[in-house]
């Protein structure tokens, strides 16, 4: 009868170390793939509560505001905190079980009416918070919410974890994993048909200069001081997010006045776009 032979202590040595060589490269891969899935997962998430909020707004006139206290409702004028997941009809977190970070611009957590959310999304103006940029040295523009996930490290990276409402969408490097959503005014004005709605839709206000004497603009679309006759004759425009100083005078010298979007959508009571500036109080806005 012919003897069986096994492995040698050499051989199965060998056996060992293949194996050990295949697990070290296989475990890095699967950890490589488990963390891009959970990165599209998550991007998924961030995707449905874009859509999500802007039917929100569509249906209550209004954004939902932040919550605050962890319960996935959204708190009274609260601005800052976690998703109002409940109010969404969204889970609660992201892939890696994160809540998410939410900010919301305050126009946008009291308006009642479509006409009152559409001017109030057309009078957000640069600067004001929520605003992201999508590189560190890019400018900010401003939003009309922010939906951030923390990523695998459980931490609000970079810019986005200073507390002073400017946030920052970055690729990701050994440093950064946030995912960054957001919804820009212009994007909510365009999917709640705001410039169909009537009042308060409105993406430039013509100012109509019912002073007698002719004054300057610049700022805005003016680079350059222009001159605007008085008298209802000479008028100028204003679009959203733009700042205008006003002078007394067609040369622009001497005292100035600031005026921005958002002072002449206050201003338009009647919602047809037009202002005046008149000679009440020094000079002011009021409906044309």
Not at 50 to 72: E, K
Not at 106 to 134: D, K, N
Request: one cysteine or more; glycine letters at 16%; hydrophobic letters at 35%.
């Amino acid at each position: 009868m012919g003897r069986q032979r096994g492995l040698t202590l050499i051989e199965m040595a060998i056996v060992l170390v293949v194996i050990g060589i295949l697990a070290g490269m296989t475990i890095p891969l699967l950890s490589e793939l488990s963390k891009h899935r959970h990165y599209l997962s998550t991007q998924r998430g961030i995707d449905e509560i874009q859509n999500a909020l802007v039917g929100y707004a569509g249906m209550h006139w209004r954004l939902p505001c932040a919550d605050t206290n962890g319960d996935g409702v959204g708190d009274s004028g609260q601005t800052v905190g976690t998703l109002p997941y409940v109010d969404l009809g969204l889970g609660a977190v992201d892939a890696w079980r994160n809540p998410y970070h939410y900010h919301v611009n305050s126009r946008l957590v009291s308006t009642t009416t479509l006409a009152a959310l559409c001017a109030a999304i057309s009078s957000i103006a640069s600067g004001e918070s929520p605003e992201l940029r999508f590189s560190a040295s890019g400018g900010f523009s401003p939003q009309a919410v922010v939906v951030i996930s923390r990523g695998e490290n459980g931490a609000l990276d970079g810019e986005n974890g200073d507390g002073d409402g400017s946030y920052e969408s970055l690729s990701p490097t050994g440093s950064f994993d946030d995912l960054v959503g957001a919804v820009t005014p212009a994007a909510l004005h365009a999917r709640l048909s705001c410039a169909s709605a009537g009042g308060g839709g409105c993406v430039s206000y013509t100012v109509v200069n019912r002073r007698v004497n002719t004054v300057g603009v610049i700022g805005g679309s003016y680079p350059v001081c222009t001159a605007i006759q008085g008298g209802g004759v000479g008028s100028f425009v204003i679009n959203s997010g733009q700042t205008i100083l006003l002078y007394n005078n067609s040369g622009c010298t001497g005292g100035s006045t600031q005026i921005n979007f958002a002072d002449a959508s206050s201003a338009d009571s009647d919602g047809d776009c037009l202002v005046s500036w008149t000679a009440a109080g020094g000079g002011s806005l009021g409906d044309e």
